[in-house]
């Protein structure tokens, strides 16, 4: 198991960016691969954007696609989500979760078993 917690969230304008971090302690991250989800209130969890273990693969919802990046630094054992261009709808609290690797289905938030506490991202119109 391993515990990761999320920070960055905030309350930006509409066209503005934010970075969000996970950290995780507990075990190793980098045989992890890690997820971005979040959830608006009144609505269901939807994945955001995902990254392998290593790196070397990155996948993205289509509403987030050339917006958001992730990226991983194994060495901190920390998952960044660089957003950007943020719309109103974004809204959300941001969650990230680790699964243990082998991860098929990234946008499955079923794939993943350990999940951080989110982190709120306010977009203001």
């Known amino acids: 198991q391993v515990q990761l917690g999320e920070s960055g969230g905030g309350l930006v304008q509409a066209g503005g960016s934010l970075r969000l971090s996970c950290a995780a302690s507990?075990?190793?991250?980098?045989?992890?691969?890690v997820g971005w989800f979040r959830q608006a209130p009144g609505k269901e969890r939807e994945f955001v954007a995902a990254v392998r273990w290593d790196g070397g693969n990155t996948f993205y919802a289509e509403s987030v696609m050339r917006r958001f990046m992730i990226s991983r630094d194994n060495a901190k054992n920390t998952v960044y989500l660089q957003t950007s261009a943020l719309k109103p709808e974004d809204t959300a609290v941001y969650y990230c979760a680790a699964g243990v690797n082998p991860v098929y289905y990234y946008s499955d938030f079923q794939e993943y078993d350990d999940w951080g506490q989110g982190t709120q991202v306010t977009v203001s119109s």
């Open positions: 507990g075990r190793s991250f980098s045989n992890y691969t």
